[in-house]
């Protein structure tokens, strides 16, 4: 008898689910969210097909229209990300809609894509379940089994990537255990390396590190933690040096909470991230961590920390979550080195307290009582990962509208005067670490979190370095030199490369969606918004413009953001040819330019 998809997955969740989280759903509501979770990923599907030109197509009455399917919009977009209307789509089943889309595919990369497809639409039906069971046992005043905080609130992930859930690797059983959505158990195990064999960064920083979490290992070994999900996997992956160079530890592991990537875990005690390999692919990479990721981290951070010292503009309103040290594999075991690796940052709660006593930032539309002194900074900060602000907690409201209720007006006013000071705190310093320093951080909404304090915002956190570019050019103008990996491709000749960085992250996959959902959380109509998002660039490239070693670099930044088109990456295409770092693009109207005209709803 053939099992259909329907079937494992309602199977799973009428079993699993329950004992996980000690209450479950009907089957009614299962069936539902699988339904509505593959007509989204349907939906992302058809819009990437279009917008990356891989397919002909045609807007017509909020609709479009593409190889005789109709897909019915919500709304028009910026960028070409537009928002499909899931209440009235009826797309067919994911897997009839590939092979209509995309006929010319060769079997085996459609059923690679078709199996990605189908683990990103089984997974974000399990976080939907997740969230509705959450909704339900909190309403009810029962504690959740899962954690609440924002980072493990988010459902939907990348704002329209088609693999946005894909886990592959993961079993269902660990997705439930170990994924950010659900329980986001993140045990810490160790494992020792011989000496010999492992790439340190920041090693003094390191074995306190290891010492603080681990007891010491034997002469010649270094203590690494490794994540449960990728200690299983281990023997495998490692084969002749598992047992030998690289042997398990008999100590108790370490509790830790799975963050937003799944991969990277804070723990409580002490207080520390820890990014570690896990053999999984997610979204459109394997999640390894390279041997240059372990030697990049501290040296990219002494750079921020130097620069942001001697540049205030980059410091205002913007800490970066420094790689403290770094350990794994030396490369010279080859592919295998990523396999077993870690990346230390520090807990987020100091830096979010820096953030909250910096001076002021301008209060654009906030009225004159929102002064610092009305908002003392003995207020405890709380960081919210910018990826759950379309989200909602539990028994609550959406987080934008939360946020936004300390200030005066109707809902509309409130969430505008809130829009302008998220802009007026996130653009600028992130736009002068790529004018004046050649530096561009991935600001996405993964990686960026706000700071919100005594009613309002007060600044950004970022993380992860890994995905940073830097510009040779303006570094060496700046008179850095960081000693990087020689294998490296966070740094590059290629200015566009560093620019195309930051409008990727900043504006495409960060900004749109933040202003996409202030439309629907009953702000302004985003063809306010982005003339608001044009004017920041444009100010702020004009005021540095007169310190005459940025004259030149400003005139570049502003062609460049104010281009009539931009490159946006093309996320479907990469994932057809298998690329990760080597980017594809499609090219798109840019809604920071002068002339640009927001498409109509």
């Known amino acids: ?287 390894q961590v390279s041997p240059a990721s372990v030697h990049n981290g501290p040296p990219i951070a002494a750079l921020l920390r130097r620069i942001q010292a001697a540049d205030p503009h980059t410091r205002r309103g913007l800490r970066i979550q420094p790689d403290l040290a770094a350990a794994g594999l030396d490369p010279r075991h080859g592919p295998v080195a990523g396999q077993l690796g870690v990346v230390v940052r520090p807990d987020l709660a100091p830096l979010a307290r820096e953030v909250a006593r910096d001076p002021a930032p301008p209060l654009g539309h906030a009225p004159s009582d929102m002064s610092p002194s009305t908002f003392p900074v003995e207020h405890v900060p709380e960081v919210i990962v910018c990826a759950a602000l379309g989200e909602r907690r539990p028994g609550g409201d959406l987080l934008l509208r939360e946020l936004a209720a300390a200030y005066p007006g109707d809902l509309r006013v409130r969430l505008a005067a809130f829009f302008a000071d998220y802009l007026d705190q996130l653009v600028p310093p992130l736009l002068r670490l790529l004018t004046a320093h050649g530096v561009a951080l991935e600001a996405h909404l993964q990686n960026a979190l706000l700071v919100h304090a005594g009613g309002r915002p007060r600044g950004f956190l970022v993380r992860d370095l890994g995905g940073v570019r830097l510009h040779r050019g303006r570094l060496a103008a700046g008179g850095h030199a960081p000693a990087l990996a020689s294998d490296s491709f966070v740094i590059t000749h290629e200015l566009a490369e560093a620019q195309g960085k930051l409008m990727h992250t900043l504006v495409h996959a960060h900004l749109a969606a933040v202003i996409g959902w202030v439309d629907d959380a009953g702000g302004p109509d985003p063809a306010q918004l982005w003339p608001e998002v044009r004017r920041i660039f444009q100010h702020h490239l004009e005021r540095w413009s007169t310190e005459p070693a940025l004259a030149r670099a400003c005139a570049d930044d502003r062609a460049f953001f104010g281009a009539a088109t931009c490159r946006s990456k093309a996320l479907l295409a990469m994932r057809i040819d298998e690329r990760v770092s080597d980017y594809a693009y499609t090219e798109v109207a840019n809604a920071l330019a002068a002339g640009y005209s927001s498409p109509a709803a």
């Open 1 to 287: 008898m053939i099992v259909t998809e329907l079937e494992r997955f309602l199977a799973f969740a009428g079993r699993a689910v329950p004992a996980a989280f000690g209450a479950g759903l009907e089957p009614a509501a299962l069936r539902a969210h699988w339904r509505r979770a593959g007509q989204a990923i349907g939906a992302r599907l058809v819009l990437a097909c279009a917008r990356e030109r891989l397919v002909e197509s045609d807007l017509q009455d909020m609709s479009l229209q593409t190889c005789s399917l109709s897909l019915p919009l919500r709304r028009l977009r910026a960028f070409e990300l537009h928002a499909a209307d899931l209440d009235a789509s009826d797309l067919p089943e994911l897997a009839e809609l590939l092979p209509r889309l995309l006929p010319a595919l060769a079997p085996p990369v459609r059923a690679r894509l078709a199996r990605e497809l189908g683990d990103s639409r089984w997974n974000l039906a399990l976080a939907r379940v997740a969230a509705d069971l959450r909704e339900r046992t909190c309403s009810m005043g029962h504690l959740w089994r899962g954690p609440l905080d924002p980072e493990n609130l988010v459902v939907d992930g990348h704002p329209w990537h088609p693999m946005s859930k894909t886990r592959l690797g993961l079993r269902a059983w660990e997705d439930l255990r170990h994924g950010p959505d659900q329980l986001a158990q993140a045990p810490v195990h160790a494992v020792d390396l011989a000496r010999g064999d492992a790439l340190l960064a920041a090693e003094a920083v390191f074995a306190d590190i290891s010492r603080e979490l681990f007891p010491a290992p034997a002469p010649g070994y270094v203590r690494l933690p490794v994540h449960a999900l990728q200690l299983r996997r281990l023997p495998r992956l490692l084969g002749p040096l598992w047992g030998d160079r690289v042997r398990p530890v008999a100590v108790a592991p370490r509790s830790a909470r799975a963050l937003l990537s799944l991969r990277t875990v804070a723990l409580a005690v002490p207080a520390l991230h820890l990014k570690l390999a896990v053999d999984i692919h997610t979204t459109s990479a394997r999640r």
